[in-house]
């Protein structure tokens, strides 16, 4: 089967980066210091939007020049995706999305609704040519928009968060005990989805980075046995790392809350990065540094659920420089919140914290 390929005109948002930011990048994730540590985070906030990007109404022209002004290097993306109104009201709700005036609301709708509904579930197959047609140009035309001075990094998964998404934790659940063999049939469908669009994403070699991102943890404990992750996770975990390694280009996983109990495996498996290293749920970025050492990059990890929302502004120059100064001596580390800059992060703090790692996150680390 013969595949297109791109355009040679068409540049890749990692040649697209101002030198000094791509270098800073670089270095960052070989283990070297650069000038200073690389900025990475995602925002979901209409302050700070308003703030820089003004009544500017196309959040993909906004956001980008939001994240110029504060100096965020890399990023997987950008939020702004619920109504103003509801900001107070959205949560982490599992179910599909759905759209409202153009944005997108959870709601607690499932595709899979009964074990019933498991056993006669097609899943999408994975389709090469449409990822090809659809996914890799939209990747382009968004890391164009973020270029020069951030680096819009690919993002993919590996099935379980995507499949819990169709069926809701509960059912999900129910179905490793009482119908494995259809659960395992749909995750392996959506992995093999995963695993296409790491391997679109590896022949044209479209960024040094990919970002997989499958929450498979709360605080204090994965949501599902270490048994169970090894058996159905961290198999497929490899297999949508294995076109991406083989391709020199480093994996940064994610998965909010604690991970520690297999995080080995995930690093056996392929990742090269963590990410948001949630330090309420218990993640140390200090004992993973003295830990995996140049073996595991470190992203994040300033509280964002309490410290950024409801600290002082000393609160959060303090706690950005523990970080800075437990993670970033040597490389290997982008700084930024452990998890994103949400809608109740006052506009004082997300100042001040990107401010601080500017500025104490220059080398050598002396904070």
Not at 157 to 164: D, E, N, T, V
Request: glycine content about 10%.
């Amino acid at each position: 089967m013969s595949h297109p390929t791109r355009s040679e005109d068409t540049k890749r948002p990692w040649d697209l980066l101002d030198p000094l930011v791509r270098e800073r990048i670089e270095k960052s994730m070989n283990f070297e210091e650069g000038d200073r540590v690389p900025i990475w985070d995602f925002i979901d906030n209409r302050a700070i939007y308003r703030h820089f990007a003004g009544d500017e109404p196309e959040v993909c022209v906004g956001m980008p020049a939001v994240y110029r002004e504060l100096g965020i290097d890399l990023s997987r993306g950008h939020g702004m995706l619920f109504e103003e109104s509801q900001e107070d009201e959205v949560g982490e709700i599992e179910g599909r999305e759905t759209k409202i005036s153009g944005r997108s609301l959870w709601r607690t709708e499932f595709a899979i609704e009964t074990l019933a509904d498991l056993r006669s579930y097609e899943p999408p197959v994975a389709d090469e040519a449409d990822i090809e047609a659809n996914w890799l140009p939209n990747y382009l035309r968004t890391g164009e928009r973020f270029a020069p001075y951030t680096l819009f990094v690919p993002c993919g998964g590996m099935g379980l968060h995507w499949m819990r998404g169709q069926m809701g934790l509960e059912l999900f659940s129910m179905a490793i005990y009482d119908a494995r063999d259809d659960l395992e049939r749909v995750l392996a469908a959506a992995s093999e989805y995963y695993h296409t669009q790491a391997r679109v994403a590896a022949r044209h070699n479209v960024c040094p980075l990919y970002f997989m991102g499958d929450d498979i943890a709360y605080k204090g404990a994965t949501m599902f046995s270490p048994q169970f992750l090894r058996e159905a996770f961290i198999p497929r975990l490899a297999h949508v790392c294995e076109p991406l390694k083989n391709a020199g280009i480093k994996v940064i996983f994610h998965s909010d809350g604690y991970v520690m109990e297999i995080l080995d495996d995930m690093v056996e498996a392929g990742i090269d990065g963590l990410n948001p290293i949630e330090p309420l749920s218990g993640m140390d970025i200090g004992y993973l540094k003295r830990r995996y050492g140049r073996n595991l990059i470190l992203v994040g990890n300033v509280d964002p659920s309490h410290l950024l929302p409801k600290g002082t502004v000393k609160d959060v120059i303090e706690a950005t420089k523990d970080c800075l100064r437990a993670a970033a001596p040597g490389g290997g580390h982008f700084v930024g919140s452990g998890g994103e800059i949400g809608p109740s992060v006052p506009l004082q703090n997300i100042l001040a914290f990107y401010e601080a790692c500017r500025e104490y996150g220059k080398y050598p680390i002396r904070v």
